[in-house]
């Protein structure tokens, strides 16, 4: 079998080699022994191997790295980036076929596990860990990068001796080749000169340590003829992205983990006390210490989201939450405790809103570990496809649906699904002030024309609200029938899918309603719709060539085999600190698909010039949005755990400065967070440079014939001089 540069063996032995390996390790295992009885009892701890004593792996500076357990499956280009599974399945797994087959929960019990196992092997009780971070002094940050180092105090190493391999579509594994376990004083050289070619320095803005690009352009925001529609909110990207690195908050530690942080995180890293002063009755955050406490209550639900959650199913059976109701989209999400609060009913809520005068509601989410992006409901269409999300809740959010022919109610109508709910628990509903009393009226006669049933008006005595439930049309009869077209019908030539950057108009579009349109049946409930192909996929051809769902089923299929084999055992991650996770180039949401058994969520993100398989990603019970890699992504800094980049950087490169997208991976990771590239060995090079000069660590690097893996992990590391970005600063 073909061995690839930076493998972990060799396949050179020969029995002197194997005699000289045998008196080193004896050798080395003595000075060990020696030097664990004469070393301090805190001196950090290593396991050792008998599968990797004789053969040696390629490290990063202060790497730990871990090594892959299954033979990676990667091909020469994106088009073809996971259908080698199937065939080298049958070749080197043949033992764990049996395990993906439709009627069985094999694969799935091995994913469990696994991460139980990775889980156990590192795992420190959360508030040790966190009490080890209280010593962490910021304004050190190579002693931040020796304590963070223990997150996993171990390398991976394989049990059955395998070595990582990236295979190519229709290629057979014939012949051998050389390996290098070492680079050679050249290659150092040639590295160490890619190295120094990049030159960092720190943001230096308004927002200091809580820089959003795109919508911290005070520049633009200045310019602005008018801010009536809160234009001001929305993304107006500097024309230049910045390639300078964000600062972390005085005092930040490792973030504490999920489940706890749904309930209190460290208030040093997100050192915002204005929503805890001005919803002080409410219940949403309160100042606990060193913490930040959220009780779980919202403007609606002082009393908590459960109960709210239980009051909504109850107006409305049919929603049956984590069945037929399984991704939400909650507009105007405060610190999206509603969201939260969910998951235990197996529902994924899109939190959104904006980075306005309440203080930082989005990155408390996040700090959370509850999904949510900054946005506001303005001038254009938000990043979603059409007749996607299975309920649209709005709880207080403050949007004036009513107004201007009802733009931003019908851009609610086009991204819900025919037969969907929207959930709204406004003043108008329950309250009888002349205002509540005009929005009203105007709202019922907005929600009349759009054809809209209000199916209930519940009031919630306990926490002293109520809720009107609207059900969205599963035909167009309605339409047709309506006294005026008012709001009138889109025309046929708008695209109810395009939607970035794309203004909102005051139309609507048809209900689909032929067999073989998408929007036009219910998906299977949950978790069935995860690993069924769309009935709106039969007769297509799908991204990879192959017919549409066979293309699906090899994709799935695919990811859980690297998930099982690679992610779980190989790349050095400890799955129990890992909670955000972004999948930026997602194509049918395989990678999210196969981490389903973990406490994990996954923003699946599809590039704006990739094939637009967003709808396909819904379908299955999954969330994400389009968007551009040029441009800053709509999220506060240090917002995830890891960022997964399959063949995106090599295609990103062609439009955009890769320096600058590699400075907006190191602002929306966390420090220890890991970034997985799976890309062409020049790219993966590049990568490998630019990971090495912020000085973040290489957990693992391999590559093949022409592909290669890379996983790295980013540190608490900071350059010491800045930079003045002009466009966000007054």
Not at 96 to 103: D, H, I, L, V
Not at 115 to 135: H, L, R
Not at 419 to 432: I, R
Request: aromatic fraction near 10%.
């Amino acid at each position: 079998m073909a061995k690839g540069k930076y493998s972990r063996f060799d396949g050179r032995k020969s029995s002197s080699y194997a005699w000289m390996v045998t008196v080193f390790v004896f050798v080395s295992l003595s000075l060990v022994g020696v030097w664990m009885i004469l070393s301090p009892s805190d001196a950090p701890k290593f396991q050792l191997s008998s599968t990797n004593s004789a053969n040696e792996v390629k490290q990063g500076e202060n790497d730990g790295s871990g090594d892959f357990s299954e033979n990676v499956k990667n091909v020469d280009d994106k088009a073809n980036a996971f259908q080698s599974e199937s065939q080298s399945d049958a070749h080197d797994n043949q033992n764990e076929a049996g395990n993906y087959s439709e009627g069985t929960s094999g694969g799935d019990n091995q994913l469990k596990n696994s991460a139980e196992e990775s889980s156990d092997n590192s795992k420190v009780d959360n508030n040790d860990d966190n009490n080890n971070n209280n010593n962490n002094d910021n304004n050190d940050n190579n002693n931040n990068n020796n304590n963070n180092n223990n997150e996993e105090d171990s390398t991976e190493v394989f049990q059955d001796g395998s070595e990582p391999e990236l295979v190519k579509e229709n290629n057979t594994q014939t012949g051998t080749s050389s390996t290098q376990d070492v680079e050679s004083p050249n290659e150092e050289e040639t590295q160490q000169s890619k190295i120094d070619k990049y030159s960092w320095k720190v943001c230096k803005t308004n927002a200091g340590p809580d820089y959003i690009p795109c919508l911290d352009n005070l520049k633009a925001i200045s310019k602005l003829p008018s801010r009536q529609h809160y234009e001001h909110r929305e993304r107006l990207c500097p024309e230049k992205p910045p390639t300078c690195l964000v600062p972390l908050p005085e005092g930040y530690r490792r973030p504490v983990q999920w489940p706890t942080s749904r309930d209190k995180v460290w208030y040093n890293n997100v050192p915002h006390t204005k929503l805890a002063e001005y919803k002080v009755s409410q219940n949403w955050v309160k100042v606990t210490g060193e913490y930040l406490t959220f009780p779980g209550g919202g403007t609606q639900f002082k009393h908590g989201a459960l109960h709210y959650i239980e009051f909504i199913q109850k107006s409305v059976p049919n929603i049956a939450w984590g069945k037929r109701s399984r991704v939400i989209l909650d507009v105007g999400c405060g610190v999206a405790s509603f969201g939260g609060y969910l998951f235990e009913k197996g529902v994924i809520t899109m939190s959104l809103a904006p980075k306005d005068e309440h203080e930082a509601q989005v990155q408390f989410a996040l700090e959370r570990g509850i999904p949510a992006f900054s946005s506001v409901m303005g001038t254009k269409r938000l990043p979603f496809p059409s007749s996607v999300f299975d309920v649209v809740h709005c709880a207080r959010c403050r949007v004036p649906w009513h107004i201007e022919g009802g733009k931003l109610l019908l851009e609610l109508n086009r991204v819900l699904r025919p037969g969907g709910y929207f959930v709204w628990s406004a003043t108008p509903v329950y309250q009888k002030l002349p205002e509540d009393v005009e929005i009203w009226k105007a709202m019922t006669k907005l929600t009349k024309s759009i054809c809209w049933d209000l199916v209930v008006i519940r009031k919630d005595r306990l926490n002293g609200i109520g809720a009107a439930i609207y059900q969205k049309p599963t035909s167009n009869e309605c339409y047709a029938s309506r006294p005026k077209n008012e709001p009138p019908l889109c025309e046929e030539s708008d695209d109810r899918d395009a939607s970035w950057n794309v203004l909102l108009q005051a139309c609507m579009h048809k209900v689909p309603t032929g067999e073989s349109e998408r929007g036009s049946r219910w998906p299977e409930q949950w978790p069935q719709r995860l690993r069924t192909p769309p009935y709106w996929l039969n007769g297509k051809t799908g991204v990879y060539g192959k017919p549409a769902p066979e293309d699906f089923s090899s994709d799935y299929n695919h990811w859980k085999n690297v998930v099982l084999h690679s992610y779980m055992n190989g790349a050095g991650i400890n799955w129990s600190s890992v909670r955000n996770v972004m999948d930026m180039r997602a194509i049918y949401g395989g990678l999210a698909a196969a981490l389903k058994d973990l406490k994990v969520w996954v923003m699946n993100v599809v590039p704006t010039d990739s094939p637009d398989t967003l709808p396909i990603i819904y379908e299955r019970g999954l969330f994400g949005m389009y968007h551009d890699w040029c441009e800053s992504f709509s999220t506060y800094p240090r917002s995830y755990d890891l960022l997964h980049a399959d063949h995106l950087f090599s295609d990103i490169k062609k439009r955009c400065n890769l320096v600058a997208v590699f400075a907006e991976v190191d602002r929306i990771l966390r420090p220890e967070g890991k970034l997985i590239v799976r890309d062409n060995a020049e790219t993966i090079s590049e990568i490998e440079s630019m990971a090495k000069s912020v000085q973040w660590d290489i957990r693992m690097i391999y590559s093949k014939d022409d592909e290669g893996l890379l996983c790295v992990q980013k540190t608490y590391w900071r350059p010491n001089n800045t930079e003045v970005v002009t466009s966000a600063i007054v």
